[in-house]
């Protein structure tokens, strides 16, 4: 089966990895540290607060921004449900705000309708997670614009993104965020098998969230309630918890950072090749806005149809067959029956619910060969020629 997505491991990779393994420190050594200032540089942030997935980082970063019981969180329901979770491990509620029908990310037109009609409800969000899916950034300059207008604050999910651009500049260099979080689960951009980081311009919010990474607890004086009882002291300030990376894992980053341009540059050619192999087919290729350069974690194509997900399940099916690992990414989060229990509507979200019918992701990793390639292409081609003259 050729996967949707697959990491890509160097012998340069495994060795930092053993030399970790022989050395002092399995956690909270030299590698962490590294790993956060290597992402910190390449992302032009001031602060990274290395964790064990994303899904905690944005958890402390929904904790560091003082989400609470009584707040509400809006994100796109067309992303991981780690994205809209976090609110709830918060005790706060969660709204969807609906998709943008070119680029499949957060409407800007739609959120901005959402907080007029919020407004006059008295029920604004405290913080929006626009998520840059497939690793194209959301139109952040909107997002920032409208997060002045209405005073919430903004959590970017680039859990598909680093090593992408937004205007010519790195995604996490949070110029229209508070805080922006990455994964390095291993079908991500780059892996440290499970791993997450959260990176921002603010000390405060930088330091909030190294306190809740590790239960809480500081060994800062400056940060105690009293002196020292003498060099064994700590305080516990804060309920945090134990979400920290290993040393073994941050080197295992460390040393994929040095790949990360090399390896978007590979999505960006495979995602070019595909663009042209389809282009004259039913599916509708990914729309890539003139200011953005995306990650390219997911190559998504759409199934025109309006036969509510028919044809896209038989050749989603077909392809499965033919041993091409296809996926769909993702379920509306507000249709997992979690979500369904708490009221939400499928009338109120109509792009989310038409993508949904009609989304493939395609097989995308820096070591899909070019053969593969053109039996995806080429499988894909003919099993649409079987469904269009059944049809
Ligand atoms: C993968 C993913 C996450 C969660 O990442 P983990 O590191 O597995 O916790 C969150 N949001 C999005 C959009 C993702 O794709």
Known sequence: ?????????????????VDVLRSDFLTQGPAVPAFEQAVATYCGVKHAVAVNSATSALHIACLALGVKSGDWVWTSPITFVASANCALYCGAQVDFVDIDPLTY?????????????????????????????????????????????????????????????????????????????FSFHPVKIITTGEGGMAVTNEARLAKKMQLFRS???????????????????????????????????????????????????????????????LADTEFVIPFQDVDRYSAFHLYVVRLRSDD???????????????????????????????????????????????????????????DLTPDQQRYVCRILKEKLAVISSSN
């Open 1 to 17: 089966m050729i996967p949707y997505g697959r990491q890509n491991i160097s012998e340069a990779d495994i060795q930092a990895v």
């Open 105 to 181: 990310n957060l409407s800007v037109e739609c959120l901005e309708e959402k907080l007029k009609l919020a407004e006059s409800l008295g029920r604004l969000p405290k913080v929006v997670i626009p998520v840059h899916l497939c690793g194209q950034s959301c139109d952040m300059v909107g997002i920032h614009a409208l997060s002045q207008r209405y005073g919430f604050k903004v959590i970017e999910d680039a859990s598909h993104a680093i090593g992408g651009k937004y205007r010519n500049e790195p995604i996490g260099n949070c110029r229209y965020s508070d805080i922006t979080v």
């Open 215 to 277: 239960h809480g607890i500081t060994r800062n004086a400056n940060e105690m309630t009293q002196a020292p009882d003498g060099p064994w002291y700590y305080e516990q300030i804060e309920l945090g918890f134990n979400y920290r990376m290993t040393d073994i894992q941050a080197a295992l980053g460390l040393n994929q950072m040095k790949r990360l341009d090399n390896v978007v540059t590979k999505r960006n050619e495979i995602a070019k090749d595909y663009d042209r192999a």
């Open 308 to 366: 509510r997900g028919r044809s896209r399940k038989k050749i989603f099916e077909a392809l499965r067959d033919s041993e091409i690992g296809v996926n769909v990414h993702y379920i509306p989060v507000y249709q997992q029956p979690y979500y369904k229990k708490l009221g939400f509507i499928k009338d109120d979200y109509p792009e989310a619910e038409k993508y949904y019918f009609e989304a493939i992701s395609l097989p995308m990793y820096p």
